[in-house]
């Protein structure tokens, strides 16, 4: 076996090292060579495969905080509409109680939108936490939703059953037609002019200072303005429905026959004409062909029926 010698010098030192090597280590420098960089480049390629993948992860990992804050939000989102939807159904209940109405199912309200799942879903959704959460908003979206669309469309009947009862509530008596101090009740009485004993009162007397406003009780139709012998300066606004009702003894009529009139809409002044001893409104309600106490059709206070 043939040998190379090598000598070795250190620097700045007279010393030096000589070794002898084998001859075919220097015949074999190519291939140490070709090693040394395919060595190396396997290094450069595994140094950027991991800055890649530190990359991708962070960039991964960001996204997904991103998402749970997102799915949060989403949540707290439905579950706020959850609780705005379970308000609105107990106002609805309310107002269906108010109008003796039968009241609308809660639990058909909770229903979820439901629906088959396929064998992959089920499994991605139990290896994934992540599609499990957004399965379960979505689940939640669906339930939430069939809630307010039937909260809506409940709303809307009900809105149309209310104008349309609003609409005929407003041809129906129900407020006092002046201000003032309630005299002769409606029944037998002594009539206080003529002293007839027994006499049927067909109304309520309604004492206060002369021009003291009258108001129409309901929407309806003037009948008759006119001058009677007995009732005065008086008023007949028919109500529809068999409902009229009658205004007598006043000072100035300001409506004339065959005019619409509104509920609060001032149609005379108080005053004492006809058979009359003193400032007071003779009001009468008439069902049909009789007259009934119009005390009935008038609510307390200030109320009326709207």
């Not at 991103?66 to 609105?88: H, P, R």
């Not at 129900?174 to 409606?186: E, K, L, M, N, V």
Request: hydrophobic content about 40%; proline content about 5%.
């Amino acid at each position: 076996m043939k040998f190379i010698k090598a000598n070795i010098h250190y620097q700045n030192s007279s010393k030096s090292v000589t070794l002898s090597l084998p001859e075919f280590l220097f015949r074999g420098h190519k291939v140490i060579r070709a090693f040394v960089v395919v060595g190396l480049l396997l290094l450069v390629v595994q140094l950027a495969a991991t800055l890649v993948y530190d990359g991708v992860l962070g960039h991964v990992l960001k996204a997904r905080i991103d998402l749970d804050k997102q799915m949060a939000q989403i949540e707290g989102t439905l579950e706020y509409l959850d609780g705005t939807s379970t308000v609105f159904f107990k106002d609805e209940q309310r107002v269906h109680s108010k109008f003796a109405l039968t009241p609308p199912d809660e639990e058909a309200r909770e229903m979820g939108t439901g629906g088959f799942i396929g064998p992959d879903s089920l499994l991605i959704r139990e290896t994934s936490p992540v599609f499990e959460r957004m399965a379960l908003l979505r689940e939640n979206a669906g339930r939430i939703q069939n809630k307010l669309e039937m909260n809506s469309a409940a709303f809307a009947s009900l809105s149309e059953y209310v104008g349309q009862q609003q609409s005929r509530w407003r041809y129906i008596p129900s407020i006092a037609p002046t201000s003032g101090r309630f005299g002769s009740p409606f029944g037998p009485r002594i009539h206080p002019v003529t002293g007839e004993i027994g006499r049927m009162h067909q109304g309520v007397d309604i004492s206060n200072e002369r021009w003291t406003p009258i108001f129409a009780t309901a929407d309806g139709v003037v009948e008759q303005a006119k001058n009677s012998p007995s009732f005065g300066n008086y008023v007949a606004i028919n109500h529809g429905n068999n409902l009229k009702t009658r205004y007598g003894h006043m000072q100035m009529l300001l409506v004339k026959p065959g005019q619409l009139v509104r509920r609060y809409q001032i149609i005379g002044y108080m005053g004492s004409t006809g058979m009359s001893t003193g400032t007071h409104l003779h009001y009468e309600v008439w069902v049909g062909d009789r007259p009934v106490n119009p005390v009935a059709y008038i609510l307390p206070g200030d109320y009326s029926v709207d």
